[in-house]
């Protein structure tokens, strides 16, 4: 069974305190990695999809990389604006439906 | 393109009511997904569709749970007697390839 996790689930930074967020999965056949960031009382927003182990993507503040069990989600040098909930999902090579981690909880401070 | 939108934005009802959620996709996307989000589970998968038919309908919980497809712009799911468990965020989402979802706003459901 296709699973996902994600550490930690909740993380506090002062604005300009760089780290990164993980995601672990396990998948048959891995089409796609995908991260989202969420907002309070909205749908999950897209951010990346990653393919292949040692790809990397990167937009504004965050990059994303890729492993063959992991994912990592880096912020560089935060603002508050970045709180959000970041979501990790997979999609296997069974179907179009994905699985998703529990998110990791992210506030910035200023 | 108005995106993925889903009405009402907030339900409540009494247990044992009918509820009907409804989603318009964006246009020309040949997958809709209907995902229920709850803290205590996060988001999971109630069931999908790909040109109005139903392809994987696993998730969804019980018989009281229907969803329809009836045309290529509308869905609707449906509780039937609904249950304060069945309260969480239910969101509908179309699929881009390589781009993965586009999620609506969703319909928070409280049944009391």
């Known amino acids: 069974e296709d699973q996902v996790t994600q550490s930690p689930e909740a993380l506090r930074l002062q604005e300009g305190e760089s780290s990164s967020l993980n995601c672990s999965y396990t998948?048959?056949?891995?089409?796609?990695l995908f991260w989202y960031r969420q907002d309070p009382g909205k749908g999950p927003e897209f951010l990346f999809t990653?393919?292949?182990a040692g790809e990397e993507k990167e937009k504004e503040r965050l990059k994303a990389t890729l492993t063959k069990k992991e994912s990592f989600l880096h912020i560089t040098a935060p603002k508050p604006e970045d709180s959000a909930t970041y979501l990790c999902?997979?999609?296997?090579?069974?179907?179009?439906?994905?699985?998703f981690g529990p998110g990791t909880r992210l506030s910035v401070l200023p | 393109d108005a995106g993925v939108i889903q009405s009402p934005r907030h339900e409540v009802t009494e247990m044992g009511q009918e509820v009907t959620l409804r989603c318009k996709p964006i246009?020309?996307?040949?997958?809709l997904f209907w995902y229920r989000q709850t803290m205590m589970r996060g988001l999971e998968l109630l069931i999908y569709?790909?040109?109005?038919?139903?392809?994987?309908d696993s998730g969804m919980p019980e018989d009281r749970f229907s969803a329809k497809m009836p045309n290529a712009s509308f869905s609707t799911l449906k509780i039937q007697p609904s249950e304060p468990r069945d309260s969480a965020v239910y969101f509908c989402?179309?699929?881009?390839?390589?781009?993965?979802?586009?999620f609506g706003s969703g319909t928070r459901l409280t049944v009391v």
């Open positions: 989402a179309t699929l881009v390839q390589d781009y993965g979802y586009t």
């Open positions: 998948v048959s056949g891995l089409r796609g």
């Open positions: 999902a997979v999609q296997g090579d069974y179907g179009q439906n994905f699985v």
């Open positions: 569709f790909n040109n109005n038919v139903p392809i994987d």
């Open positions: 246009s020309g996307h040949d997958y």
């Open positions: 990653l393919y292949s």
